[in-house]
């Protein structure tokens, strides 16, 4: 089989432990044999940031923004243990975060739903995307434990000294607390931005939810800036994809989140971000289970798997013992950003590509052959065996080159009806349905982005 040609290149950010080691298991056995891969390496590996002095994840930011795409491998943020461990000469700071600095971007998280791990929100067929705005409220607030009766005002003076507002937040009478936030407009309407950027890109509607009526400024803030976002920039492009945009109070979208059958983009403020992406991950299936990509509002994706090195996989790993990862956040990492750079480029082949290297993994998973993470979820009737690293990703491989050679649809074919049963598989960054349940297929169109439609 003659490689798929990638002429454009994607940042590669090379990690730390056990995803380390997955991840050149991945390049080698899943994508270097029918792909020409190409990348602009970066090891982000602790070893390699502390020689640099942290220089080279600066460079990795520089490099996503210039080619548009990177994909991560998890990272070590050093503790003071860490420092110990590795002899660093400081604690650098989380690569996440420089890079989330320099792309401004918004973090969106979904999870991997399998059919025999059952989601424990019944109705949801397709994955829930938290957005969650990184940026001020209760992360950025400045507090204050009253020590006794006295008065709390919250005032602002402007740059030329001027008071401009005093209000009284409480009289105390006795001991008590207090809590300033704050948000900024820039980064609000930039979170706006990013969330219909990616909604757009996966064919999602956006559901934002605040409580404007009890926050008479502040959520009103993020509300009227989201719509105005929306109106001035998105709602054109919204309407032709057939998608929409619902503001509600957050607790009625929480309520319908619960109701709906996903496939939603759910944007959060910071906390209520925090609190939803757990939640979420924990009702559909497990951590390891979660994806996760980086968008800016000029349209740079950055991709990896949600979780982090597996430290005691990898210490048990490096002693010689089998132990068995899960890999399928982080092929979806490499799969999401090679898909990005096929539709980046009118690159269908890389395209579908990309929807082989998601489906051999799953296919694996839905026939039974499960890693130690799910396991500990499931009854063992649920699955047939656990196999260790190589083992499995030599199945997956087998299967993707079975679905490589078999000019295969990859969305719309996978294996015979018995193993599966009709139903809708979904992938967090696309939505497939298996052959037996043939109303829908993915098509490529013309500007090289994947779609689902409905079959006459
Ligand atoms: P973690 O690496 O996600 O691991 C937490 C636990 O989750 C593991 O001990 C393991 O459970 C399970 N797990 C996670 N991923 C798994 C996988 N792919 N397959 C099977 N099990 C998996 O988080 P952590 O232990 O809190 O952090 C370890 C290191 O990762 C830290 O140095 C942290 O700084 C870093 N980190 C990096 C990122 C990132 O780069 N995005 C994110 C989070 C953490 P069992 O122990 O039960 O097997
Ligand atoms: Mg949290």
Redesign the pocket.
Same mark, same amino acid.
């Given at each position: 089989m003659e490689k798929i040609k990638m002429p454009v290149p994607i940042a590669e950010l090379d #990690?730390?432990?056990? =995803?380390h080691v !997955?991840w050149g298991m991945i390049k080698d056995t899943l994508i270097k044999p029918f792909v020409d891969l190409n990348t602009e390496y970066y090891d982000l590996s602790l070893p390699h940031r502390e020689e640099t002095a942290d220089a080279v994840t600066a460079q990795a930011a520089e490099a996503i923004k210039r080619l548009k795409i990177g994909v991560?491998?998890?990272?070590?943020?050093?503790?003071l243990q860490?420092q110990e461990e590795y002899g660093l000469t400081q604690l650098w700071k &989380?690569?996440?975060a420089t890079i989330r600095a320099a792309l401004d971007g918004t973090v969106f998280r979904a999870p991997i739903l399998l059919k025999r791990v059952k989601p424990v929100v019944t109705c949801w067929e397709k994955p829930v995307t938290i957005a969650r705005h990184a940026y001020g409220d209760l992360y950025k607030a400045v507090e204050y434990r009253v020590p006794g009766a006295g008065k709390a005002e919250l005032v602002f003076t402007d740059e030329s000294g001027r008071e401009l507002s005093r209000q009284t937040v409480f009289d105390f009478k006795g001991p008590g607390v207090v809590q300033a936030m704050h948000n900024r407009d820039a980064s609000i309407l930039s979170f706006a931005r990013c969330c219909f950027t990616y909604a757009l890109s996966v064919g999602q509607d956006v559901w934002f939810g605040a409580k404007d009526t009890i926050s008479k400024d502040y959520d009103q803030t993020f509300k009227l800036l989201f719509q105005k976002v929306y109106d001035e920039e998105y709602k054109a492009a919204f309407e032709q994809a057939g998608l929409h945009y619902r503001y509600a109070l957050i607790d009625d979208i929480a309520a319908k989140v619960l109701r709906s059958k996903g496939g939603i983009v759910w944007a959060c403020k910071n906390y209520d971000g925090d609190v939803m992406s757990d939640l979420v991950a924990a009702a559909s299936g &497990? !951590?390891?289970m979660m994806t996760?990509v980086l968008v800016s509002p000029d349209g740079c994706f950055e991709y990896?798997?949600?979780? #982090? =090195?597996?430290?005691?996989?990898f210490y048990r790993w490096r002693k010689g013992e089998k132990v &068995? =990862?899960?890999? !399928?956040? =982080?092929m979806f990492a490499w799969a999401g950003a090679l898909r990005k750079r096929g539709e980046l480029d009118g690159n269908a082949d890389l395209v579908r590509f990309a929807g082989c290297l998601e489906q051999a993994g799953l296919d694996i998973f839905e026939a039974g052959h499960f890693?130690?993470?799910l396991t500990?979820l499931c009854d063992p009737s649920e699955y047939t065996d656990k196999p260790d690293n190589d083992t499995l990703l030599g199945l997956i491989r087998a299967r993707l080159e079975t679905l490589l050679t078999e000019e295969h649809d990859c969305a719309a074919d996978m294996t015979s009806a018995a193993l599966f049963p009709p139903v809708i598989l979904t992938y967090p960054l696309h939505i497939c349905i298996i052959k037996h349940n043939q109303k829908y297929r993915e098509v490529l169109s013309q500007d090289g982005h994947s779609r689902q439609r409905l079959l006459p």
């Open positions: #990690g730390d432990e056990m =995803t !997955l991560k491998c998890a990272t070590i943020t050093p503790n860490r &989380s690569p996440n &497990s !951590l390891p996760s990896e798997a949600a979780h #982090g =090195t597996v430290t005691d996989h &068995s =990862t899960n890999p !399928l956040a =982080t890693t130690e993470d500990m």
